[in-house]
């Protein structure tokens, strides 16, 4: 039996230069915990991270990501998201994968294939995702070369649908209709889709392929659901997704790696006695 594929999942770093910070959060600090718990997990073959990988496109800022990234024992992925740039995030990180001028590529493993999906947009403004000609024909083609004996995941930035927070929905990807069409010629939907973009935990079905959205490193976004009006904000923890997939199945765990509190036996009756959670001790 094949060993199962684990790989852990980061995005929206929202990185900025050395000393700086942004709505008073210090990414490097962000970073360094979600790095810190990963030797806490039983194998960790590679890392993702699902774009935003800087803020405001600095060079400075991907300096600085490159740094916290430096040595660790297992391979990243990185992709792009809107407050991307391709050239400076390419200046810094030249062997990130590449296809057709876009950062994307085909990653086949012996439990699964992975394709990592561009949908920046660097041609028009605000923060929506495109899908060009180019990048539906990487789709089409990455989905009909991956092995068909084990799941595809997909990984974009941008949600191609709707989630019931209408600003957040104004700047989703606004090609659905040209992704599904490559999906319809190349005679397979992927088995998951993988997003990140909207800062919150958000999972669900869309045409038939289950979804997950992974909470952002940094800020997280507000559910004020059906409400137009200004993106909000909010200070909840981050987490990371920890993905296993073996013999087809595919499972995903959310992580709280800046949790601090207590771990204790729900069987024992000293932690069944205490007052308040307060009293929980570690055991």
Known sequence: MTDPLRFAVLTDLHFVPEGQTIYGFDPRQSLRAALAFLPSLPQVDFLVVAGDLADRAEPAAYDSLRAELAGLPFPVILMVGNHDARAPFRAVFPDAPSQGGFVQGLHVFDQASLITLDTLCEDE?????????????????????????????????????????PPMDAIRLRDEAAELAAFARAGRKPDYLFMGHVHRPITGLWQGIPFHIQRALM?????????????????????????????????????????????????????????????????
């Open 125 to 165: 403004p605000g923060h929506h995702g495109r899908l060009c000609a180019a990048r539906l024909e990487f789709l089409e083609q990455a989905l009909r070369e991956a092995p068909t004996d084990r799941p595809v995941l997909l990984f974009q930035h941008h949600p191609p649908m709707d989630l019931a927070i």
């Open 219 to 283: 800020h997280q976004v507000y559910h004020e659901f059906d409400q137009p009006g200004r993106i909000m904000g909010a200070t909840e923890a981050p987490d990371l997704a920890y993905v296993t997939v073996a013999d087809g199945q595919v499972l995903i765990h959310d992580c709280s790696f800046t949790y601090d509190g207590p771990i204790f036996d729900l069987e024992s009756p000293e932690a069944a006695a205490v007052a308040t959670p307060a009293e929980l001790v570690n055991h």
